[in-house]
């Protein structure tokens, strides 16, 4: 079958073998996989993996055969993989911390993964979707859970102001799931003129851009002196000490964005003291992929107005640069193409 492996230096398309699935395995028939902007890191040699690999790990697909000891799904369930696979074993895992697992493995960056047609996954980490659901959008189930974690995070109560610091694919995602929320007002800080738009259209209350010069003070105007939440979806340390700045006293500061390791941001002590402020990471998925996929089964989240630019598996070297050039708010590979 037709795979991007990624072996250590450049990702390439190979003919890969594919054994029988193990006891506790199936194999899935990939339908579609997202790119992420932690597979670039991973070529870029900015993140961690395990090659020689078949990348991809936002994916969706159907099963075709089971290990014999498969019960919670069945051959022809239309499934989407979550891909971190915790031990259960650790101290992390034994006190319910699994995203902290000592022992975690990722299917698509240490084990192989979807960009391919076909891939061995074991079967506790597949959820069942409904079988009407468009692939292009069910890749986004992986993503929509690593949101879920962060909003939970965020601990929105009634009549709160939130800020969204990044308006791109994640940022959205926190959108749709900050409008579950009884929140007072949501703002979205956005500097691209067409995601202004998308966000707008999908319920922003006010879209900020912030190459205005006055845009903070605009934020602690309209929040009357800062938002009690504040989520950062950029991935910069410049953006989260923007986000900082954008609390209100005794605020919450959720920094969703993956800024690189090398990067640091300055912060008063006796400030988050006498302010009463809460910083916290969103690290993963931990318990919230069953709740990703509920929500968008119930119709509460809707993922079908994405703007999705799709490629075919033998163009995946053109879909990184649509990623990495940020031309649509998702890029994936459709395997039917
Ligand atoms: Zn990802
Ligand atoms: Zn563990």
Not at 230 to 235: F, K, L
Not at 280 to 291: E, K, R, V
Request: proline fraction near 4%; include cysteine; hydrophobic fraction near 40%.
């Amino acid at each position: 079958m037709q795979a991007a492996l990624f072996d250590g230096k450049t990702l390439k398309l190979t003919d890969c073998s594919l054994r029988k699935p193990a006891a506790d395995e199936v194999l899935v028939k990939v339908s579609a996989c997202g790119v992420c902007g932690t597979d670039i890191k991973i070529v870029a040699g900015k993140s961690a993996a395990t090659p020689p690999v078949i990348l991809g790990h936002e994916y969706c697909g159907t099963i075709e055969k089971l290990g014999n000891q498969v019960k919670n799904v069945s051959g022809g369930n239309f499934v989407s993989v979550d891909p971190n696979i915790y031990c259960g074993e650790c101290r992390f895992c034994r006190t319910g911390k699994i995203n902290l697992c000592e022992n975690l493995m990722a299917l698509g960056v240490d084990i192989d993964g979807g960009f391919a047609e076909y891939c061995l996954v074991p079967a506790k980490q597949c959820y069942q979707l409904p079988t009407s659901m468009n692939p292009i959008h069910a890749v986004l189930m992986e993503p929509l859970s690593c949101a879920v974690y962060g909003f939970q995070k965020a601990g929105i109560q009634s009549g709160n102001s939130v800020v969204i610091v990044g308006g791109g694919m994640i940022g959205l995602l926190m959108l749709k799931l900050c409008r579950l929320s009884s929140a007072r007002q949501i703002i979205v800080v956005e500097p691209d003129e067409d995601r202004q738009a998308t966000l707008e259209k999908s319920g922003a209350d006010i879209v900020i851009d912030p190459n205005d010069e006055t845009y903070t003070q605009s934020i602690l105007d309209i929040t009357r002196d800062g938002a009690e939440v504040v989520i950062e979806c950029v991935g910069s340390s410049t953006a989260v000490e923007q986000s900082y700045h954008l609390l209100k006293r005794g605020g919450r500061l959720v920094i969703f964005g993956v800024s690189p390791s090398d990067q640091h941001w300055t912060v008063s002590p006796y400030e988050l003291f006498r302010n009463d402020i809460t910083v916290t990471g969103s690290f993963l998925n931990p318990f919230t992929f069953q709740t990703a996929v509920d929500l968008v089964t119930a119709d509460k989240i809707r993922l079908d107005d994405i703007e999705i630019k799709t490629f075919p598996l033998n163009r995946i070297h053109d879909a990184f640069e649509n990623q990495i050039q940020q031309k649509s708010m998702k890029t994936v590979i459709d395997l039917n193409l």
